[in-house]
């Protein structure tokens, strides 16, 4: 039966959806959805390439080869891969750094990384990442591709740009005279054709009209804009056979957190992509059922001369709206792409960059989200402060850096909020201010002012986790008493949590009260806290009837020391 529960999650939505019967109409929706998608991911793919640093046919090969196999094996039934904008700053260090091959390594090494997390069942797991982090590379990522983009779109002809978000910003300066007039015109009428396409026709998407656009404009003009041919030369029209770079293991060492922060980024984007699709159709996605089919699709994307593929939302949501039926919609995606390849070569590579900068610079908008951020700083300040810290370091330094420190704050933040919602308090005190209470407080009948403790008797009440962040803190509290009461009852009831450390602390207190012959009661213990403590063999030092359910069987205890 587990055998089956197991197995159940791993079954492509291709399948599911197959099984439930499948006609005409049906193919001929997503034979449609497919073509419309397809268009745009057609100028979509080879932007990306090349903003990536790489060559526009191998944005292709990843929307043909990873963009099949997502929909074939993946766990959400709309979901469209391919190459994204997330992975340009990635994919753009890693072929600085180790090359072509690197990145190719790199690629395959983070489809194994996904694979595992799918196969140990991450998937629900990936969606905890704290959302100013997410946010904050997210925007970061887009900052970098708009200023990426300035060289083609204002057609400065820089054969060169710096990685260096400073140095980028400084070259562009010194160039800024070499600006030109006929690139940044097409260039900006491509950005009005793709943002008010839409109030025209949503049939035909922004994208391919500005890409149609800008062939005609520089053809019957003749126009001195640089377009993918000047740069590239022709692009093959056939998918490449596929071929194994030389895998050391010098290179995978030096490889592994790149290929981490792909396998991670990669999991973000597409489960993100899954989870939009569900809110959009009421359907429900198998998360780890998704990994798997992305590692399987960044296993083959580079074997093909690829670059990483994820699921991408724009792209899945156009896929939804154009009608899409069944996973049949991305891979017939796949197919247009690849016979868009083998037909359309010769008018392919007439685009010019200023039109792709465009489109690119348009995507950068879109993935900033702008009215996200602004509602972002409506936020608690740790989470604006982890959101600029994670957003700054991805456009300074790299989004390794940013992806880890963001999680690292995170983490020290959401510890500190722990620290300060963990408190010891003293009966007596709380006594002396009952009368300040509020009514609906007054009302709780098991609170420790409605009940009556025996002469001889110090009752402590812990409230919050109790993990390695307050451990010492809880311990000092209880520890400083003067002088050591006959009955030491520790309260529990609002503990949650107990770990390793707080275990420990719990321990030593017990211990010191023991040795100074006062009886410890642990009252209002629940039965997850109260497991750990007895695996810990805290009962063999206050004895097992001293660790209780309620408060009231801890004073009937209490009683009973009390009147030896």
Same mark, same amino acid.
């Given at each position: 039966?587990?055998?089956?529960s197991?197995?159940?999650?791993?079954?492509?939505?291709?399948?599911s959806?197959?099984?439930h019967?499948?006609?005409?109409?049906?193919?001929?929706?997503?034979?449609v959805?497919?073509? $419309?998608?397809a268009?745009?991911?057609?100028p979509l793919?080879?932007?990306?390439?090349?903003?990536s640093g790489t060559?526009?046919e191998?944005?292709?090969?990843t929307a043909i080869i990873?963009?099949?196999?997502?929909?074939?094996?993946?766990?959400?039934?709309?979901?469209i891969?391919?190459p994204?904008? =997330?992975f340009?700053v990635?994919i753009?260090?890693?072929?600085?750094?180790?090359g072509? /091959?690197?990145?190719l390594?790199?690629?395959?090494?983070?489809?194994?990384i996904?694979i595992i997390?799918?196969?140990l069942k991450l998937?629900?797991?990936?969606?905890f990442?704290?959302y100013p982090?997410t946010?904050?590379?997210? =925007?970061?990522i887009a900052?970098?591709?708009f200023?990426?983009?300035?060289?083609?779109?204002?057609?400065?002809?820089?054969?060169?740009? #710096?990685?260096?978000f400073? %140095?980028?910003?400084?070259?562009?300066?010194?160039?800024?005279?070499?600006?030109?007039?006929?690139?940044? $015109?097409?260039?900006?009428?491509s950005?009005?054709?793709?943002?008010?396409?839409?109030?025209?026709t949503l049939?035909i998407p922004g994208?391919?009209?500005?890409v149609?656009?800008?062939i005609?404009?520089?053809?019957?003009?003749?126009l #001195?804009?640089?377009?993918?041919?000047?740069?590239?030369?022709?692009?093959?029209s056939t998918?490449? =056979?596929? @071929?194994? #770079?030389? *895998?050391t293991?010098?290179?995978?060492?030096?490889?592994?957190p790149?290929a981490i @922060?792909?396998?991670?980024?990669?999991?973000?984007?597409?489960?993100?992509?899954a989870?939009?699709?569900?809110?959009?159709?009421? %359907?429900?996605?198998?998360?780890?059922?998704?990994?798997?089919?992305q590692g399987?699709?960044? *296993?083959f994307s580079p074997?093909?001369?690829?670059?990483?593929?994820?699921?991408t939302?724009?792209?899945t949501?156009t896929?939804i709206k154009?009608?899409a039926?069944?996973?049949?919609s991305g891979i017939?995606?796949?197919?247009w792409v690849?016979?868009?390849?083998l !037909?359309?070569a010769?008018i392919i590579?007439?685009?010019?960059?200023a039109t792709?900068?465009a489109?690119?610079?348009v995507?950068?908008?879109?993935m900033s989200?702008?009215?996200?951020?602004?509602n972002l700083?409506k936020?608690?300040k740790? /989470?604006?402060?982890?959101?600029? =810290?994670? !957003?700054l370091?991805t456009?300074? $330094?790299?989004?390794n850096?940013?992806?880890q420190?963001?999680?690292?704050?995170?983490?020290l933040?959401?510890?500190r909020r722990m *620290?300060?919602?963990t408190?010891?308090?003293?009966?007596?005190?709380?006594?002396?201010?009952?009368e %300040?209470?509020?009514?609906d407080?007054? /009302?709780?009948?098991?609170?420790?002012y409605n009940?009556?403790?025996?002469?001889?008797?110090?009752?402590?009440e812990l409230?919050?986790?109790?993990f390695?962040?307050v451990?010492?803190k809880?311990k000092?509290?209880?520890t400083?008493?003067?002088q050591? #009461?006959k009955?030491?009852?520790l309260r529990?009831?609002?503990?949650?949590?107990?770990?390793a450390t707080?275990?420990h602390a719990?321990t030593e207190?017990?211990? /010191?009260?023991e040795?100074?012959?006062?009886s410890?009661i642990?009252?209002?213990?629940?039965?997850?806290?109260?497991?750990?403590?007895?695996k810990?063999?805290?009962n063999?030092?206050?004895?097992?009837?001293?660790i209780v359910?309620?408060?009231?069987k801890?004073?009937?205890i209490a009683k009973?020391y @009390?009147?030896?």
């Amino acid at each position: 039966m587990q055998a089956n529960s197991y197995f159940s999650e791993f079954k492509p939505k291709f399948f599911s959806v197959l099984k439930h019967g499948y006609g005409f109409k049906n193919l001929t929706a997503d034979l449609v959805s497919g073509l $419309i998608v397809a268009i745009i991911a057609l100028p979509l793919s080879m932007a990306f390439a090349i903003a990536s640093g790489t060559s526009p046919e191998k944005g292709l090969y990843t929307a043909i080869i990873g963009g099949f196999l997502i929909s074939f094996l993946g766990g959400s039934r709309y979901q469209i891969g391919g190459p994204a904008g =997330a992975f340009i700053v990635i994919i753009y260090g890693i072929i600085e750094r180790q090359g072509i /091959d690197g990145l190719l390594i790199a690629g395959f090494m983070a489809g194994v990384i996904l694979i595992i997390m799918g196969l140990l069942k991450l998937g629900t797991v990936i969606k905890f990442i704290p959302y100013p982090v997410t946010k904050g590379f997210s =925007a970061g990522i887009a900052i970098i591709i708009f200023i990426t983009q300035l060289n083609d779109f204002f057609g400065m002809g820089i054969k060169k740009v #710096p990685s260096e978000f400073f %140095d980028k910003l400084l070259l562009y300066f010194e160039n800024i005279s070499r600006i030109d007039i006929y690139s940044t $015109i097409v260039g900006l009428i491509s950005i009005i054709i793709i943002i008010y396409s839409k109030k025209i026709t949503l049939k035909i998407p922004g994208p391919f009209l500005a890409v149609v656009f800008g062939i005609l404009v520089v053809y019957l003009f003749k126009l #001195p804009i640089e377009t993918i041919q000047d740069r590239f030369g022709t692009i093959p029209s056939t998918l490449p =056979a596929p @071929t194994i #770079p030389v *895998i050391t293991l010098e290179k995978i060492k030096a490889l592994i957190p790149d290929a981490i @922060t792909i396998a991670v980024l990669g999991a973000v984007e597409s489960l993100l992509s899954a989870v939009v699709a569900d809110g959009m159709t009421g %359907d429900k996605h198998r998360s780890n059922m998704e990994l798997l089919a992305q590692g399987v699709a960044n *296993i083959f994307s580079p074997l093909f001369g690829g670059i990483p593929a994820t699921g991408t939302i724009a792209r899945t949501a156009t896929n939804i709206k154009n009608g899409a039926y069944s996973p049949l919609s991305g891979i017939f995606h796949s197919i247009w792409v690849l016979l868009f390849m083998l !037909l359309l070569a010769p008018i392919i590579i007439k685009i010019p960059f200023a039109t792709l900068g465009a489109i690119l610079i348009v995507v950068a908008y879109n993935m900033s989200e702008i009215e996200h951020i602004k509602n972002l700083f409506k936020a608690p300040k740790s /989470d604006i402060t982890v959101f600029l =810290a994670t !957003l700054l370091l991805t456009v300074i $330094i790299d989004l390794n850096v940013a992806v880890q420190v963001g999680m690292l704050l995170s983490v020290l933040l959401f510890m500190r909020r722990m *620290i300060s919602i963990t408190e010891v308090k003293d009966i007596n005190i709380q006594l002396d201010k009952a009368e %300040d209470l509020m009514d609906d407080e007054m /009302d709780d009948k098991d609170a420790i002012y409605n009940k009556k403790f025996p002469e001889g008797v110090e009752v402590y009440e812990l409230s919050g986790p109790f993990f390695f962040g307050v451990a010492d803190k809880v311990k000092q509290v209880i520890t400083s008493l003067e002088q050591s #009461p006959k009955v030491f009852i520790l309260r529990m009831r609002n503990v949650p949590m107990i770990d390793a450390t707080g275990i420990h602390a719990l321990t030593e207190i017990c211990s /010191d009260f023991e040795k100074k012959g006062t009886s410890v009661i642990l009252s209002g213990v629940s039965p997850y806290v109260k497991k750990l403590l007895l695996k810990a063999g805290i009962n063999k030092i206050v004895g097992d009837e001293n660790i209780v359910d309620h408060i009231d069987k801890a004073i009937e205890i209490a009683k009973k020391y @009390t009147f030896k």
